[in-house]
């Protein structure tokens, strides 16, 4: 089961969707744009990542957590029915790390110009975003305790960085992710 308005939460972007802001049949689109200000890094950095996002989420991209409450509520019961029916789920989630979000935040421009022009507060965001997000991750795999679940990035992909950058900020975030997943 899925809803594209997930995406709108995991990426901190507005989706458009079929039938709704797009013609029927049409594939969701993520909305590139800048919702973020350089000034929400210091509000991540002073009072916490979710503290920072949930308001973040109401305010710039219209509350989407009732939009998916129905697809989270079901997800046990679907998980259920994949098992009665000898399907093995082998994804259960998709996990990523707190580079993802701010790039989705600030659009895809203007944060890669950040990772040069605000360096510095990026870096301390990221150092009080991780920790929540890991946390927050390891007590939801607990509870689901899935076979497998997607950990990564888009926009983080060593691709898409110079080495140095990727080295610093992707792979230890993104590490840490994946050794909290084995454990």
């Not at 989407?64 to 997800?75: D, G, H, N, R, V």
């Not at 998980?79 to 990523?96: F, M």
Request: with cysteine; hydrophobic share 45%; net charge negative.
């Amino acid at each position: 089961i899925y809803s594209p308005h997930m995406l709108t939460a995991l990426w901190l972007s507005n989706v458009k969707v079929a039938g709704v802001e797009l013609p029927e049949n049409e594939l969701w689109q993520v909305v590139e744009e800048e919702l973020m200000t350089v000034d929400d890094y210091k509000k991540v950095i002073e009072g916490g990542y979710y503290n920072w996002a949930s308001q973040f989420m109401v305010e710039k991209l219209g509350n989407p957590m009732p939009k998916i409450a129905s697809t989270l509520a079901a997800a046990p019961a679907a998980r259920e029915r994949y098992k009665d029916e000898g399907i093995v789920p082998l994804s259960n989630g998709t996990l990523t790390t707190p580079f993802e979000c701010f790039c989705g935040a600030r659009g895809m421009v203007t944060f890669m110009k950040d990772l040069y022009k605000h360096q510095d507060l990026f870096r301390e965001a990221m150092k009080v975003a991780a920790p929540e997000m890991l946390e927050a991750n390891r007590q939801s795999l607990r509870q689901i305790k899935p076979i497998g679940v997607w950990v990564g990035g888009w926009r983080m992909a060593s691709e898409m960085l110079a080495p140095k950058m990727w080295r610093e900020f992707v792979w230890p975030y993104y590490k840490a992710e994946v050794e909290m997943v084995i454990e």
